[in-house]
């Protein structure tokens, strides 16, 4: 079986990885445009009048990556999950700043349908659903992995498959199941 080298984004991953930083400097120009995807992409879900740019998005999880020290990146994929963590997390404390400063004043209802409906949707409320993550990684860190991928990263099944290295029907059968319990918790939440 012939097997590719690796791309340009990989070996750079790769030198990083191995302690050489001005590697991260040779790899913003050949990620930025898909991190600014995926940023855009997150911030699809928010509300209409977010502040927060996908520019400014791009530019703070890269002071974070930034400040990683010996970040283990495996593959290309994997880094841009780590991104879309980061964003995730950039996303949540920004929520939760302006949650404190509204308290509730915007605060929506979150509509768990499939991948394709959420990433068009504008109704989420991060702090609600990172709130119902965080319960769901006691219960199984796996499945909120997995919707923290395909949500958050807008990974696809496969991709998501090579990142946490299991088989696409694990993947596929444990999206389902957090979906539902997200569902639950987030209905259950905004009821109170």
Same mark, same amino acid.
């Given at each position: 079986?012939?097997?590719?080298?690796?791309?340009?984004?990989?070996?750079?991953?790769?030198?990083?990885?191995?302690?050489?930083?001005?590697?991260?400097?040779?790899?913003?120009?050949?990620?930025?445009?898909?991190?600014?995807?995926?940023?855009? !992409?997150?911030?699809?879900?928010?509300?209409?009048?977010?502040? +927060?740019?996908?520019? &400014?998005?791009? /530019?703070? @999880?890269?002071? #974070?990556?930034?400040?990683?020290?010996?970040?283990?990146?495996?593959?290309?994929?994997?880094? !841009?999950?780590?991104?879309?963590?980061?964003?995730?997390?950039? +996303?949540?404390?920004? &929520?939760?700043? /302006?949650? @404190?400063?509204? #308290?509730?004043?915007?605060?929506?209802?979150?509509?768990?349908?499939?991948?394709?409906?959420?990433?068009?949707?504008?109704?989420?409320?991060?702090?609600?659903?990172?709130?119902?993550?965080?319960?769901?990684?006691?219960?199984?860190? #796996?499945?909120?992995?997995?919707?923290?991928?395909?949500?958050?990263?807008?990974?696809?099944?496969?991709?998501?498959?090579?990142?946490?290295?299991?088989?696409?029907?694990?993947?596929?059968?444990?999206?389902?199941?957090?979906?539902?319990?997200l569902h639950r918790e987030i209905s259950r939440?905004?009821?109170?």
């Amino acid at each position: 079986m012939k097997h590719e080298p690796p791309s340009e984004v990989t070996q750079l991953l790769q030198v990083w990885r191995g302690g050489d930083r001005n590697a991260l400097d040779a790899l913003l120009p050949l990620v930025y445009k898909e991190l600014r995807r995926r940023a855009h !992409f997150q911030l699809r879900n928010e509300r209409p009048n977010h502040t +927060l740019q996908s520019g &400014a998005l791009v /530019h703070e @999880a890269y002071l #974070r990556l930034v400040g990683m020290s010996r970040p283990q990146w495996e593959s290309r994929t994997h880094f !841009f999950a780590i991104a879309a963590q980061l964003m995730r997390q950039i +996303l949540v404390d920004y &929520a939760r700043r /302006h949650g @404190a400063a509204k #308290r509730g004043g915007s605060v929506c209802k979150l509509s768990l349908e499939d991948a394709t409906m959420m990433s068009r949707r504008k109704d989420v409320d991060v702090v609600a659903l990172d709130d119902a993550l965080i319960g769901l990684a006691k219960i199984d860190p #796996r499945q909120s992995r997995v919707v923290e991928l395909r949500f958050f990263a807008g990974l696809s099944l496969e991709q998501i498959s090579e990142v946490l290295e299991i088989a696409p029907a694990t993947v596929q059968r444990d999206w389902t199941a957090a979906r539902a319990w997200l569902h639950r918790e987030i209905s259950r939440n905004s009821r109170v």
